[in-house]
């Protein structure tokens, strides 16, 4: 009993207990795992298995230690037969985009971690999906890291305009980016309450 539907272009908060199925419903909608009961559908046409129309940044970062922030960040243009030049050229101006100029020949273990979550989120942006799914992307960070990447991605988000599906379990992290906070109750996880919120946007620090 788990229902939801997002327009184009909005931000989407997801919250509520641990096991509850939050996770577990963007990587549904992913396409990584089959549903026993129910469909998703994505601009009409039924979700049956992955496509570059979605793309996760994961709260574990998940960048492949021997390549380069650029190298990272063009993986899916590279899987999608993209002609170098065109890559190089992308993948510029995301790194731009994400605030990592100077650090396009970096390899990840000489990162911050709030650097590695740019280069994932730069690379989830690379193949210009429909759809951008977020699972407790800023959850590692400490504390002041973590307002900053927030603060960030709203900015890119009113960039690029991109839907955003966002899990987290922070309810002050949830109101403030969103547009709407989905709430889930226990296990077994359904949708309790589905909250608009009215703080106008672009929206500032002072606003917590």
Avoid at 137 to 144: G, H, K, R, S
């Amino acid at each position: 009993n788990f229902n939801l539907d997002v327009a184009r272009g909005e931000f989407v908060s997801i919250v509520g207990p641990s096991g509850c199925g939050k996770s577990t419903f963007l990587n549904i909608l992913l396409g990584l795992i089959e549903p026993d009961n129910g469909h998703m559908h994505l601009n009409g046409t039924r979700i049956t298995g992955p496509s570059q129309e979605r793309a996760m940044v994961f709260q574990e970062f998940g960048l492949l230690p021997w390549r380069t922030v650029t190298a990272n960040v063009e993986l899916g243009l590279e899987l999608k037969g993209v002609p170098a030049e065109q890559r190089l050229i992308r993948v510029n101006e995301l790194i731009k985009l994400v605030g990592l100029n100077g650090f396009e020949r970096h390899y990840p273990h000489e990162l911050s971690g709030g650097m590695k979550q740019r280069v994932g989120l730069a690379r989830a942006l690379a193949t210009e999906p429909a759809v951008l799914l977020m699972d407790e992307p800023f959850a590692a960070l400490d504390a002041q890291t973590r307002d900053l990447m927030q603060a960030e991605l709203l900015q890119i988000w009113e960039r690029t305009q991109k839907t955003v599906l966002f899990v987290t379990h922070s309810i002050e992290e949830a109101a403030y980016l969103s547009d709407r906070v989905v709430v889930m109750t226990a296990r077994p996880g359904h949708t309790k309450d589905i909250l608009k919120i009215h703080l106008p946007r672009p929206r500032d620090y002072e606003m917590r």
